[in-house]
């Protein structure tokens, strides 16, 4: 690249960010507002513990990392740990049997397994400090509906939707373009969703991560009913799902922290 003038040098590591990023689970804008919205709520003894693993460095600050591994082949048998495909439209008696069933390591089982690993202090430290990389970034993935989707359409990346009439897909939408669009940095928009009284935000953390894993997957269920195989997508669907898009973070956010406190306990 040394002969490129520095515009074409810098528009050609812009582009390589927005191919990268499409590969990308909620994008790096809506894993940083979990961190950073989780990063308020810690205990004094889960602060404590962080700070032993990452230092000063924030929630915010690493919340990405579990994307970026995956460019190393070697990493390939982790890819299953960042989400669950189930069927639509499950009660949620019989969605939660399903979720535990799932064959392998996947989201759920692998967010039990690193709250362990966080709350076992006779592992070495690097281990539990990638544990905390990834309980970061999966309690993200978790609040991101279509994480949490449908196996056919591999959590909507197999549904076309054209954005303000850009072609992408449903899954991309909602990890990147849904929030981009709101033009925020991940510090606004953690700060303006994070502006509700101490019960709300417990109301918003309460119940066990069965039923966050329900909770995901019944917004997926809406967003497939309004998002069809070529939909075209734009004003109207901000209206009607900009709601559900900063609740997600926000719970993420705060149940990031939750789960944290808990695992430190
Ligand atoms: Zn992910």
Do not use: C
């Not at 390939?76 to 399903?98: C, E, Q, R, T």
Request: hydrophobic share 40%; aromatic share 12%; charged share 25%.
């Amino acid at each position: 690249m040394q002969k490129l003038p520095l515009f074409a040098r810098s528009l050609f590591l812009i582009l390589a960010l927005v191919v990268a990023q499409s590969a990308f689970s909620w994008g790096l804008i809506g894993h940083r507002v979990v961190g950073r919205i989780a990063q308020s709520h810690l205990s004094k003894k889960a602060k404590k513990e962080i700070k032993k693993l990452i230092g000063s460095e924030s929630l915010a600050w690493w919340a990405n990392w579990p994307d970026f591994i995956k460019s190393d082949s070697t990493n390939k048998i982790k890819d299953p740990w960042h989400y669950v495909d189930l069927p639509g439209h499950m009660p949620k008696d019989s969605f939660i049997a399903a979720l535990k069933l799932l064959p392998g390591k996947n989201l759920y089982t692998q967010i039990i397994e690193m709250k362990k690993q966080l709350g076992d202090y006779s592992l070495p430290v690097t281990q539990r400090r990638e544990a905390l990389y990834w309980m970061i970034h999966m309690i993200g993935d978790l609040h991101q509906p279509l994480h949490v989707g449908r196996d056919e359409d591999q959590g909507g990346n197999k549904i076309t939707v054209y954005w303000f009439g850009q072609k992408t897909n449903l899954h991309s939408l909602w990890d990147t373009k849904f929030i981009e669009s709101q033009s925020f940095s991940y510090s606004e928009y953690a700060s303006e969703l994070d502006i509700r009284s101490r019960e709300e935000n417990e109301a918003l953390s309460a119940g066990t991560l069965e039923d966050w894993f329900a909770d995901s997957h019944e917004a997926s269920d809406r967003i497939y009913d309004a998002s069809p195989d070529e939909a075209k997508l734009g004003y109207q669907y901000i209206y009607q799902f900009k709601d559900l898009l900063d609740t997600q973070l926000h719970k993420g956010g705060l149940r990031l922290a939750k789960i944290l406190n808990e695992a430190f306990d």
